[in-house]
């Protein structure tokens, strides 16, 4: 019996998701038809109302149960797993973005349904505010976790991100950075799953970043530092994406993407406009996501597969594939972007000027830049060509590139051989400075997991 009841509890809550996200769908549909885009919905600056946050404890908020305990304690603990389930999809779908303040609250975890943190938040307007509120008086006196927290709130005030403010629809974006302190990130028989319970994410309104992963990489390249400061651009981007997410598995069985995963043409853009924004502030991470082109991986779509993966050689993938891949979305904006003159400028006012579509992919992208910049028309259908290793049919060209007299014009000069010739200049294709060659990997590259909230990072 106290099998069926929990059975039936976890049937309602997948239901109870799959009808809160149908509404959402339904609401965005409505805000698409009654709403026209105008210039007064551009903003000029963005906000960031950055809470400093600790872990002061874990809590147990509920106890397993034995399997042979009385049909009582059963119940009861089926009740406190309901209760807590409640509070816990309010503190992650409203506290946290719309009602979150200073002070102790608690932050339920997403990996782990008996516990949850008791945390203590501060609000921060300077850098010398945040040091102070991490208990030191100085910069020299962080540690190397708290430095990259410093990072990210720079990155927050840099005019990197404020000239990012015209794209983005959002006026008001919260951002907390969690000190793990001392605290051992990776889950075991004793510890809790802090590295994925404070996972950096994006849920729109609100980016969660911490020190999780920072704090190991002090003398990795990129560093840590570095690494935090670019991923805070990264979630920003989801932040003034209004990109629609594919709500049923958007990243496979798993839950997982990785840069070089076969997902969809929206997901990857999805999250290959973010990792291209990451590259625009990084060098080093910048080569890192173009090793993410040398091998694609597919994960199985059978039932009990999650997880299980297998290689794809980009040459022998259909272009679909290779435009469902991340790496293969970020390295093409950012190639465009070093390529044509002022080329991040015309990407950010494509990207401004399709914010009301709410199914983009990068095909939406590279036709409005063809279409605003018609005098860079040649050299966009050259670059997007050769990215895409030349696979692309007459129909997927266009949709790619829209139809003119000049991307026709492109297209019929291509030849007979243009694919061949495409992949064999790939091998040696430069993807941005004259200093900057692609770096081959054939190893998966782990992005991050997204178990929970699609735009999560």
């Not at 927290?149 to 919260?174: G, V």
């Not at 430069?430 to 990997?441: G, H, N, W």
Request: proline share 3%.
């Amino acid at each position: 019996m106290y099998n069926k009841f929990v059975n039936f509890f976890s049937k309602g809550k997948n239901k109870m998701k799959k009808y809160v996200k149908s509404i959402l769908f339904v609401l965005l549909m409505l805000a698409v038809f009654c709403f026209q885009p105008n210039k007064a919905m551009a903003v000029e600056e963005v906000e960031f109302g950055i809470y400093y946050q600790t872990i002061e404890d874990v809590v147990t908020i509920n106890e397993d149960v034995d399997k042979d305990a009385s049909l009582w304690d059963k119940a009861k603990h089926l009740g406190k797993s309901i209760i807590n389930w409640g509070k816990k999809t309010w503190e992650h779908e409203i506290t946290r973005n719309y009602t979150l303040g200073e002070g102790e609250s608690l932050w339920y975890s997403k990996t782990d349904s008996n516990i949850a943190y008791k945390v203590k938040r501060t609000k921060v307007t300077t850098e010398e505010e945040l040091i102070k509120a991490m208990g030191k008086s100085s910069e020299d006196e962080l540690t190397y976790g708290q430095k990259c927290l410093l990072a990210s709130f720079r990155a927050a005030k840099s005019e990197s991100m404020e000239s990012r403010a015209d794209a983005s629809y959002r006026k008001n974006i919260k951002l907390i950075l969690t000190d793990t302190g001392d605290r051992p990130t990776g889950r075991n028989d004793k510890n809790p799953d802090i590295r994925n319970d404070f996972w950096p994410c994006s849920s729109g309104p609100t980016i969660s970043m911490s020190d999780c992963i920072y704090k190991y990489q002090e003398n990795s390249n990129p560093s840590g530092i570095d690494n935090a400061y670019s991923t805070t651009f990264h979630e920003y981007s989801h932040s003034m994406d209004r990109t629609f997410s594919l709500q049923m598995k958007p990243y496979g069985q798993d839950g997982t993407h990785y840069r070089n995963e076969v997902t969809t043409p929206r997901m990857a853009f999805i999250e290959g406009w973010a990792e291209y924004n990451e590259m625009l502030e990084n060098e080093a991470q910048a080569k890192e996501y173009m090793k993410g082109m040398d091998s694609l991986s597919v994960e199985s779509t059978k039932k009990g597969e999650s997880g299980v993966y297998s290689d794809l050689a980009p040459a022998s993938a259909t272009f679909k594939q290779l435009l469902s891949a991340e790496a293969y979305n970020c390295n093409t904006l950012y190639r465009l972007s070093q390529e044509l003159d002022n080329g991040p400028e015309k990407i950010t006012k494509a990207f401004k000027d399709t914010r009301w579509n709410l199914f983009r992919d990068l095909n939406t992208i590279v036709k409005k830049l063809v279409k605003q910049n018609p005098e860079d028309t040649e050299k966009i259908c050259k670059i997007v060509d050769e990215m895409f290793l030349g696979k692309m049919n007459e129909e997927e060209f266009y949709k790619m590139v829209g139809k003119t007299d000049k991307t026709k014009a492109y297209f019929e000069s291509r030849g007979s051989n243009s694919e061949s010739n495409a992949s064999e200049e790939n091998e040696n294709l430069e993807i941005s400075s004259d200093s900057t060659e692609v770096e081959v990997s054939k190893d998966k590259i782990t992005v991050e997991n997204n178990s929970g909230n699609p735009f999560e990072e």
